[in-house]
């Protein structure tokens, strides 16, 4: 009799390889002359003797490349405050990423954009605070809105791709036409309307942030009436979560689509995550961004469908929204793993719905990060 064939060891299962990112959020110092009330940067900010050197971005943005990373954002803080700046752009151009530059305008001479340009920036991307100075440099902090304007002249006068970003919230939602016609006066190719997220710092501001219902309701017709009349700038909206009880789905997924590295090399899936206590962030001191995106425990913690809990576990919309904003879950609850209080369905919607209920006029006077010239 032929003895039965051993039977193949069955193989253990391959785990799916993590998608490759293509964005590269490099936060190249947290130093900032702004100080503006809805900053989602951590609480308590990088030393600027903590930070990367030019030379450990270079090999950032090479690793980055070799991940399939196509762009990244050179962002803090503020950039321009690294005098090694040309050098920081110039390695990224040479790993062939896509380079935009993340800035509050405040520091961009003709000398110093053009000397970034030649080094291979791509984009600039000038963030505005409200429509006219007093309100601008009220919400900033400080004196700034006549820099700025003088920096979009700077930026058009290059001819380089132009956005805008305007943080909205309850003090500029209804300049929110007038915000839109500075920035076509300004040249701005397109214009961010980011709703203000309660991450880092903004969390402490959230009562003098937060809008009502009423003012998203107007500034979206606005953006559906600029849309109507103008091909430009183009203006790209989302309405914020609180208000429609249907979570975002936040980056794109947790581990998903992008990373970010902080001024001291902090290896992040979302930038708002320094606030997830309970996680270790891997940092590029220590191992490659490949490692890291692929093994590294706090990147697979979210990743993909397997770790939700509660309603989102049998949720049709899980593979949509991956459960919403990690970061807020994690900031309203404590608990990261938990479905996004913003959805409806979550148990814990009600903590969204009183803080969107608790907005009324006049809000509480901004705390800012640092002693500021202007208070509301
Ligand atoms: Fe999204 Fe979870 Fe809410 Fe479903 S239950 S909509 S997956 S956050
Ligand atoms: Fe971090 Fe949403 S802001 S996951």
């Excluded at 062939?96 to 053009?114: F, H, N």
């Excluded at 400080?142 to 003090?171: Q, T, W």
């Excluded at 949720?315 to 919403?324: A, K, L, S, V």
Aim: a neutral charge; hydrophobic letters at 40%.
């Amino acid at each position: 009799m032929t003895p039965a064939p051993t039977p193949e060891p069955i193989p253990a299962p391959i785990p799916a390889p993590s998608p490759a990112p293509w964005a590269l959020l490099a936060e190249v110092t947290h130093a900032c002359p702004l100080h503006c009330p809805y900053c989602s940067n951590p609480l308590e900010l990088v030393r600027r003797s903590a930070e990367l050197t030019a030379a450990d971005w270079a090999r950032v943005f090479a690793e980055a490349a070799d991940l399939g990373v196509v762009q990244a954002h050179v962002s803090g803080g503020e950039p321009l405050l690294r005098p090694d700046l040309v050098e920081i752009v110039a390695s990224a151009h040479r790993a062939g990423v896509y380079t935009q530059l993340v800035t509050s305008g405040v520091g961009l001479t003709a000398d110093r954009l053009d000397a970034l340009l030649d080094a291979g920036l791509n984009s600039v991307q000038l963030s505005l605070q409200d429509a006219r100075r007093p309100g601008s440099d009220l919400i900033a902090g400080r004196v700034s809105y006549d820099d700025k304007e003088r920096a979009a002249g700077v930026i058009r006068a290059a001819r380089v791709p132009f956005g805008l970003n305007v943080v909205l919230h309850r003090r500029n939602l209804d300049n929110l036409r007038e915000i839109i016609e500075v920035g076509a006066r300004w040249g701005a190719d397109r214009i961010e309307l980011a709703n203000a997220q309660f991450h880092g710092w903004a969390l402490r501001n959230r009562a003098a942030l937060m809008p009502e219902g009423g003012q998203l309701d107007r500034a979206k017709a606005t953006v559906a009436a600029w849309r109507e009349r103008h091909e430009r700038p183009e203006l790209v909206w989302v309405m914020p979560d609180h208000h429609e009880g249907v979570p975002k789905p936040c980056m794109g997924g947790w581990g998903a689509r992008s990373i970010t590295v902080g001024p001291d090399g902090t290896a992040l899936p979302c930038p708002a995550a320094y606030g997830i206590t309970d996680l270790a962030f891997p940092n590029v001191r220590d191992e490659s961004l490949a490692r890291i995106w692929s093994d590294s425990a706090a990147f697979n913690a979210y990743r993909g469908t397997d770790w939700m809990t509660g309603p989102c576990r049998e949720c049709p919309r899980r593979e949509t929204d991956f459960g919403g904003c990690r970061c807020q879950a994690h900031a309203l609850t404590g608990d990261a793993a938990r479905t996004d209080p913003a959805c409806a369905l979550s148990p814990d919607h009600h903590l969204v719905r009183a803080a969107a209920a608790a907005a009324r006029e006049p809000g509480p006077p901004y705390v800012y990060r640092r002693p500021a010239a202007l208070r509301p």
